[in-house]
């Protein structure tokens, strides 16, 4: 089995949040989430606040820099995500699918790295 | 400020109640209104408008009933519950209920001799590393400071929108990112206190030395706001020597105000009249600067940037004429700074000092070592060096190269004099 991240596309061009409008969304995603954990392949899910309440910290340095905003100034990004385990990517695709339609958005589809051989 | 024990005949607008009057006590209230509104509903925006709900009753009542015998406490007392009127009619609006729980304080109150006042945790959340520094200016002016943001806008000369657009984003983070409102830890506290100074001076300093063409060389609203939070910060942070170093050098700095622009231009401080220095503030300053000086001699840390500075400014201004001032000290003190913070800019104003020492021939190869070709200072100092050494075609393409990176008009007249003076 593989884990799989399903990010949904943010953008600029995205409207402004409004509680009521994004009702019918609300429950179609949660909709999506309940088949997924009855299927038994949720690991874990959620939104995330919009891009300008990120922080970034490099701690690359000499010592660590504490800045307000993401890596790099961008017009997409990730507005929230689910990680799932699944047999392949077809069966990804085939999640991803539905997660488009339930949230109204698009959704990037990327496996997690293998774990490293035991030494 | 002194309302609370006057004797009531000094301050008759008070008495009236005059619009005037209000406002003034509102401003001085404000911040501690706020920290303490936000501490107990814990979202910002209840209470700046329960904050702004109270002035409006204050402005409705005071004129009639007189003034309260405590204002600040009237003020808090009538927002409080302004903000529990408004929560109450909203409680069945579950997202307005959920945000006033977003902030919350899980600090214990711990009876540490300190005063207890919430602005301590306002101007940390206001100053918190994750928020851009021009919002932490922004915020730290409009929560802590009480000004308008037409007045921020005014001062950091954007456009109204522009500013208010910041301050909203910046609350914005706060409560959606979680940013804290409590008073750091003490593994952290030093850091943060260092991130709250780098506010406060950089308000000062916008004040003091405008980086802008389009504003007036001083602008006396900033170094004075600066100079009151700082002092409120020394109030909430005793023990805390650089805050006190902070204070006394922007009280040294600006007890020279009055006499350091005449006719449109920056008076250098060796042709400043001493005589219109503000003796007040430098007694004030020079206290500071000995309480510091006191603490270090009792085996306290050594002293840092800010105390430092303060201390080269105490030197400057116990000097009767400029004649009579300490260069070796002020060279000594220099030296000790660029231990601290050892910057390109430390270097060349131990060089300036070096050159009343040594003379201009050793300034100068020390000036030419530093990488400051973009800063206007260096090419002003090598003018001055240059001029000195009677090396006028020299001086002159220095100087313009100075007048050429400052936009601060009162500096170009200055500089451009000092080149049309030349030989």
């Keep these: 089995m593989t884990q799989y991240m399903l990010a949904v596309h943010g953008t600029v061009d995205d409207p402004e949040f409004d ?3 994004m009702q ?6 949660d909709a999506v989430n309940k088949k997924m954990m009855d299927a038994g392949v949720w690991v874990f899910g959620g939104g995330l606040e919009p891009i300008d309440v990120a922080t970034t910290v490099d701690n690359t340095g000499a010592e660590a820099i504490v800045t307000d905003g993401p890596f790099a100034e961008a017009k997409e990004w990730i507005g929230g995500f689910w990680i799932l385990e699944l047999p392949d990517l077809d069966a990804a695709l085939e999640w991803a699918t539905e997660a488009s339609k339930a949230c109204q958005g698009k959704v990037e589809v990327r496996p997690f790295q293998p774990e490293p051989p035991a030494a | 400020m002194d309302s609370t024990d006057s004797t009531g005949s000094a301050d008759s607008t008070d008495s009236t109640g005059s619009t005037a009057a209000i406002e003034r006590i509102y401003r001085e209230e404000y911040g501690r209104i706020v920290a303490s509104l936000t501490r107990r509903f814990g979202d910002l925006d209840i209470a700046e408008e329960a904050a702004g709900e109270a002035l409006l009753a204050a402005v409705e009542r005071w004129p009639r009933d007189g003034v309260p015998p405590n204002p600040g406490g009237w003020l808090t007392t009538t927002a409080g519950n302004r903000a529990i009127d408004k929560i109450r009619r909203e409680s069945h609006r579950d ?6 729980l977003m902030m919350t304080d899980d600090t214990p109150h711990e009876p540490t001799g300190v005063v207890e006042d919430d602005r301590l945790r306002l101007i940390f959340t206001c100053c918190h590393p994750a928020l851009a520094p021009e919002a932490r200016v922004a915020l730290t002016l409009r929560l802590l400071g009480g000004l308008t943001v037409a007045e921020i806008a005014q001062a ?16 914005k983070k706060i409560s959606a990112a979680r940013i804290p409102y409590r008073v750091p830890s003490a593994e ?4 943060r206190v260092d991130g709250v100074l780098a506010v406060i001076y950089l308000v000062f300093n916008e004040g003091y030395l405008s980086s802008s063409a389009d504003a007036s060389p001083i602008r006396h609203e900033l170094t004075s706001e600066a100079i009151r939070l700082a002092r409120i910060l020394r109030l909430l942070l005793p023990d805390v020597a650089e805050v006190a170093g902070l204070l006394a050098l922007m009280l040294l700095t600006d007890a020279r105000r009055t006499v350091r622009v005449a006719g449109g231009e920056l008076v250098p401080l060796h042709e400043q009249d001493r005589g219109g220095w503000d003796r007040t503030l430098i007694a ?4 500071l600067v000995r309480e510091c000086l006191a603490r270090h001699a009792a085996g306290g840390p050594r002293p840092g940037h800010y105390q430092l500075l303060a201390a080269i400014n105490a030197v400057h201004t116990d000097a009767p004429t400029a004649a009579d001032t300490d260069w070796a000290q002020i060279a000594t003190l220099y030296s000790q700074l660029y231990a601290v913070s050892p910057s390109p800019i430390v270097a060349l ?15 100068l190869a020390e000036v030419d070592r530093l990488l400051l070709e973009g800063y206007h200072a260096w090419h002003a100092t090598r003018a001055d060096l240059l001029r000195r050494l009677g090396r006028s075609a020299e001086a002159r393409a220095a100087y313009d190269a100075a007048i050429r990176l400052t936009e601060n008009q009162a500096e170009r007249g200055y500089l451009g004099r000092r080149r049309d003076q030349l030989a």
């Design chain 2, 95 to 100: 997202a307005k209920h959920q945000a006033a």
């Design chain 1, 19 to 21: 509680l009521e409008a």
């Design chain 2, 284 to 287: 004030e300053g020079h206290e």
């Design chain 2, 188 to 191: 952290d506290l030093g850091q």
């Design chain 1, 24 to 29: 019918p969304v609300f429950e179609a995603v």
């Design chain 2, 349 to 363: 104003n131990r060089a300036v000092a070096v050159a009343e020492l040594d003379g201009a021939e050793v300034a």
């Design chain 2, 156 to 171: 950091f000369l954007v456009p109204e929108t522009t500013m208010a657009q910041r301050i909203t984003r910046a609350k």
